[in-house]
C-alpha cells in the first residue's frame, strides 16, 4: 500500500507559537485532507485540498497541496491548549477511491 | 443535520467468535468507509459501499465483509476473530467520492 509520512512525530510547543507538519509520499496524488483525533474519538476534518499549489484555510489553520502533488502541508497559527490532538494527513491517488492515512503528528501545547 | 453514528461503542470479543459493526452515515451521503485503526497509527482502509455495493477494498482478508442498506447505512462483519483484530473501527461518509466525515468509531477488544 502507500506510504505517507509525517513530520514530525511529535511536537511540543509553548501556547501562542505557530506549528508547522508536513506530509510526503511517494505517489502521486489528486486530493489531500488534513484531520485531527482527540483520544478516543474518530478524525475531525480540517481541511480538504484539490488542485496542485492550492492554500486554503480554516481559521488559525492553513494548508497547502504541494507542487509535486506528493506532499502536503499543515500551518497552525497561535496555538492554543485545544489544538493538542493527533493531526493526519490522507490522500487519494487519482485511481480508485482508497484514502490513505499518514502516521500522524501529535501536538502538545504548554500553557 | 444528523452527522455520523456507530455502534456499538465499546466491544469485548474472544478469538473466533463473529462480530457485526454498524453505522449511519450523515444525511445526504451515499457513500461508507470503512477503517481500521490500532493503537498509534493511522487509519487503514478496509473497504468502501457505494449504491450498496463493495466499491473498493485495502488489504483485508476476506472474513472482514460488509453491507450497505438501501438508506445507507452500513455493516461491517468480522469473522473468526484474532487477537490482532482488536481496534478502533472507523466509519466514514461521504458524498460519493469526496471528503469523508468520520464516526466516533467502536472500540473492539479481542481477548
Known amino acids: 500500500g502507500q506510504q505517507l509520512n509525517q513530520s514530525p512525530q511529535s511536537m511540543f510547543i509553548q501556547e501562542g507559537e505557530d506549528v508547522s507538519m508536513n506530509c510526503t509520499s511517494s505517489?502521486?496524488?489528486?486530493?489531500w485532507l488534513w484531520y485531527k483525533q482527540d483520544p478516543g474519538e474518530g478524525p475531525v476534518l480540517l481541511i480538504a485540498?484539490?488542485?496542485?499549489?492550492e492554500l486554503t484555510s480554516n481559521g488559525r489553520l492553513t494548508a497547502q497541496f504541494g507542487i509535486t502533488r506528493k506532499d502536503s502541508f499543515l500551518n497552525i497559527s497561535a496555538s492554543i491548549p485545544s489544538d493538542v490532538g493527533i493531526y493526519f494527513c490522507?490522500?487519494?491517488?487519482?485511481?480508485?477511491?482508497?484514502?490513505?492515512f499518514g502516521t500522524g503528528t501529535s501536538l502538545t501545547v504548554i500553557p | 443535520e444528523t452527522g455520523v453514528t456507530q455502534s456499538p461503542t465499546h466491544l469485548i470479543k474472544t478469538r473466533g467468535q463473529q462480530v457485526t459493526l454498524r453505522c449511519s452515515s450523515q444525511?445526504?451521503?451515499?457513500?461508507v468507509s470503512w477503517y481500521q485503526q490500532a493503537l498509534g497509527q493511522g487509519p487503514q482502509f478496509i473497504f468502501q459501499?457505494?449504491?450498496?455495493?463493495?466499491?473498493g477494498r485495502g488489504n483485508f482478508p476476506p472474513r472482514f465483509s460488509g453491507l450497505q442498506f438501501p438508506n445507507y447505512s452500513s455493516e461491517l462483519n468480522v469473522n473468526a476473530l484474532e487477537l490482532d483484530d482488536s481496534a478502533l473501527y472507523l466509519c466514514?461518509?461521504?458524498?460519493?467520492?469526496?471528503?469523508?466525515?468520520f464516526g466516533p468509531g467502536t472500540r473492539l477488544t479481542v481477548l
Open positions: 490522507a490522500g487519494q491517488l487519482n485511481t480508485g477511491n482508497q484514502f490513505y
Open positions: 466514514a461518509s461521504s458524498l460519493e467520492n469526496n471528503e469523508q466525515f
Open positions: 444525511s445526504g451521503h451515499n457513500t
Open positions: 459501499y457505494y449504491r450498496e455495493e463493495e466499491n
Open positions: 505517489s502521486i496524488f489528486n486530493t
Open positions: 485540498l484539490y488542485k496542485a499549489g
